[in-house]
């Protein structure tokens, strides 16, 4: 008997791609594949396969040790693997949206998605339906007893936030919210699910480095208030891997999500674990992509 693999590899071919703002694009994949697509979180991480740089269309070949294959194979012509969220999912239409950010032609994601037209096609990798056990690839797992949420993200991860809120929306009594999301420009700022107790700010950040804004919001962050100092935060090297630490569950009912440029990531990091000595158990920290670096 076949058991499936936890993530399946999937064909699709690009059926719309709507610009949601000026740097944001919605790119509609489709399938028949698709439908054995799965996703469990508003930030479930997937990794899409881009043509390399002879333009050949990726066609890794779906089997069991595909990746283990993927990893010997020269970088210069495999196709490149960049990690993306699920935004939509509708798996019985077999199709799967995706929001990309248009940051220029500097990547072979944004540059794709740049020139893409329908019909293109990419290889994505995601959870299959068919394996029924836990799979993770997603972080946003807040308890059932939430008073108060705060999220941080820049542009990257306004898709999982955006996914969040609406996740926090469909709750019986939503806990009070803050979401602080900064954006290139103050035409990027998207429509999103809300309530009465959800602030949503959002942080054009003009001609200033990426995070800063991020970091800015610190000052406005309302966190609860401790009376001992916090414990020290470890060193992470930001230029060979993206900071990553996982909350385990809630603190007191607040629970903390933090997504973005990974040098932002870390000055929060640092604000809220070691001044402000908050639970760790409570926070999510994720460095999504290095401002000058290729991480993946
Ligand atoms: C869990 C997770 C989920 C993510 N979800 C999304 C998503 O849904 N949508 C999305 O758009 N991105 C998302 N990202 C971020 C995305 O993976 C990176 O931005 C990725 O580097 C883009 O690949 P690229 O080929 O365009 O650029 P790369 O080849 O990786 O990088 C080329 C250059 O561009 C820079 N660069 C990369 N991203 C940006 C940016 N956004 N703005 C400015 N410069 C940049 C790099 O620092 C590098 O100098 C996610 C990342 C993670 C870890």
């Given at each position: ?11 699709v ?16 994949f ?24 002879a333009?050949?269309?990726?066609a890794i ?23 993306y969220?699920i ?13 990309f950010?248009l940051?220029?032609?500097?990547g ?23 394996f029924?056990?836990?799979?993770g ?49 103050a ?11 959800l ?14 804004r ?11 208030v401790?009376?001992?100092?916090g ?15 996982r ?9 903390a ?13 640092r ?7 908050l ?18």
């Amino acid at each position: 008997m076949s058991v499936a693999r936890a993530y399946g590899l999937f064909e699709v071919e690009l059926a719309r791609k709507v610009l949601l703002s000026p740097h944001m694009a919605r790119l509609t994949f489709a399938g028949p594949a698709v439908r054995g697509m799965r996703t469990l979180a508003a930030d479930q991480r997937i990794k899409v396969f881009f043509p390399n740089a002879a333009g050949e269309r990726p066609a890794i070949e779906d089997r069991a040790d595909w990746y283990a294959i993927y990893k010997t194979q020269d970088v210069a012509t495999r196709p490149p693997m960049r990690t993306y969220t699920i935004r939509h999912l509708r798996a019985e239409a077999g199709e799967v949206d995706i929001d990309f950010v248009l940051h220029g032609e500097t990547g072979p994601a944004s540059r794709w998605a740049l020139n893409a037209e329908p019909g293109d096609r990419v290889q994505i990798t995601a959870p299959n339906a068919a394996f029924e056990g836990e799979v993770g690839g997603y972080e946003w797992k807040p308890p059932a007893e939430l008073s108060r949420v705060l999220l941080i993200a820049d542009e990257t991860a306004l898709p999982a936030l955006a996914g969040i809120l609406e996740d926090l929306a469909a709750r019986e009594a939503p806990p009070a919210t803050q979401a602080f999301v900064e954006i290139p420009h103050a035409d990027d700022a998207l429509p999103v699910a809300t309530w009465p107790g959800l602030e949503v700010e959002w942080m054009p950040r003009g001609r200033d480095a990426h995070g800063a804004r991020m970091i800015e919001a610190l000052v406005r962050a309302r966190t609860p208030v401790l009376a001992t100092a916090g414990e020290a935060v470890g060193e992470i090297d930001i230029e060979a891997v993206l900071p990553w630490e996982r909350a385990t569950g809630g603190a007191d009912g607040f629970y903390a999500w933090v997504a973005g440029e990974s040098a932002a990531v870390m000055v929060i990091r640092r604000e809220l674990v070691q001044q402000r000595g908050l639970d760790r158990r409570a926070i999510n920290l994720m460095g999504y992509w290095r401002e000058g670096r290729v991480l993946d």
